[in-house]
T-cell receptor
Framework: GAGVSQTPSNKVTEKGKYVELRCDPISGHTALYWYRQSLGQGPEFLIYFQGTGAADDSGLPNDRFFAVRPEGSVSTLKIQRTERGDSAVYLC???????????FGAGTRLSVL | QKEVEQNSGPLSVPEGAIASLNCTYSDRGSQSFFWYRQYSGKSPELIMFIYSNGDKEDGRFTAQLNKASQYVSLLIRDSQPSDSATYLCAVILSGGYNKLIFGAGTRLAVHP
C-alpha cells in the first residue's frame, strides 16, 4: 500500500507570502503528526492530530502557523507571512492510533527567499 | 540540558566492524524509544524500537535500553557502506501524546 504522501516536494516562496503544505497519511491511520527539520538537526514536533482534532499543538512556533485535518485524513499545514527562518524540511508522519509506530513521508522542503 | 542528546559524529568505522551509537535522555518517565535512520535528503526510516530494559535484536541491529542510567544505544554488527547515514534517537516523553522528541542525530560513515 501507499505510504505517507506529501506535496509539494519542494516549495520556494518569497518572504511575506502564504504557503500550504499537504499531507496524505497512510490509509486507516488515525494519528497524524507534523515535524520540522532544520539542517543538521533532528525533526522538531509541531502538531499532532487524533482524528479531526488537534490533540497537541504545543510545538507550533507562533500564530503564523496553523494546521487542519477537516475529515480526519488529509492534513494541511498553513504558514502565513513566511519568514526566512521558516526555511526547513516539513515532515508529516502517521500511525495507526496513539502509541503506535510513526511512518514518515518524504517531506516538503520549504525555501523562503 | 536537551531532552535527547547524541554525539553528532561523524562516527567512522571500517566495513565489517561493529558500530555503536549512543543516546541519553533527560525525562526519567519516558517509556518508548526509537532509532531512525536517515539518508541524506531523505525522510527518517524506523530501524528499531524498544520499550523494556535490556537488549532487543533484529538482524544486524541490537537496541539496548538502560532506564536507570537513562540511555539507549544501537549496535550495528557487520557494518556495511550502505549503513552510512545519520541515525536519529527519538523518545516519547511521559504524558507526551506520543510526539517524538528527537536528538540531533549521529552521522555514521562506514568505509570499505
Amino acid at each position: 500500500g501507499a505510504g505517507v504522501s506529501q506535496t509539494p516536494s519542494n516549495k520556494v516562496t518569497e518572504k511575506g507570502k502564504y504557503v500550504e503544505l499537504r499531507c496524505d497519511p497512510i490509509s486507516g491511520h488515525t494519528a497524524l503528526y507534523w515535524y520540522r527539520q532544520s539542517l543538521g538537526q533532528g525533526p522538531e514536533f509541531l502538531i499532532y492530530f487524533q482524528g479531526t482534532g488537534a490533540a497537541d499543538d504545543s510545538g507550533l512556533p507562533n500564530d503564523r502557523f496553523f494546521a487542519v485535518r477537516p475529515e480526519g485524513s488529509v492534513s494541511t499545514l498553513k504558514i502565513q507571512r513566511t519568514e526566512r527562518g521558516d526555511s526547513a524540511v516539513y515532515l508529516c508522519a502517521s500511525s495507526e492510533q496513539q502509541g503506535y509506530i510513526q511512518y514518515f513521508g518524504a517531506g516538503t522542503r520549504l525555501s523562503v527567499l | 540540558q536537551k531532552e535527547v542528546e547524541q554525539n553528532s559524529g561523524p562516527l567512522s568505522v571500517p566495513e565489517g566492524a561493529i558500530a555503536s551509537l549512543n543516546c541519553t535522555y533527560s525525562d526519567r518517565g519516558s517509556q518508548s524509544f526509537f532509532w531512525y535512520r536517515q539518508y541524506s535528503g531523505k525522510s527518517p526510516e524506523l530501524i528499531m524500537f524498544i520499550y523494556s530494559n535490556g537488549d532487543k535484536e533484529d538482524g544486524r541491529f541490537t537496541a539496548q535500553l538502560n532506564k536507570a542510567s537513562q540511555y539507549v544505544s544501537l549496535l550495528i554488527r557487520d557494518s556495511q557502506p550502505s549503513d552510512s547515514a545519520t541515525y536519529l534517537c527519538a523518545v516519547i516523553l511521559s504524558g507526551g501524546y506520543n510526539k517524538l522528541i528527537f536528538g540531533a542525530g549521529t552521522r555514521l560513515a562506514v568505509h570499505p
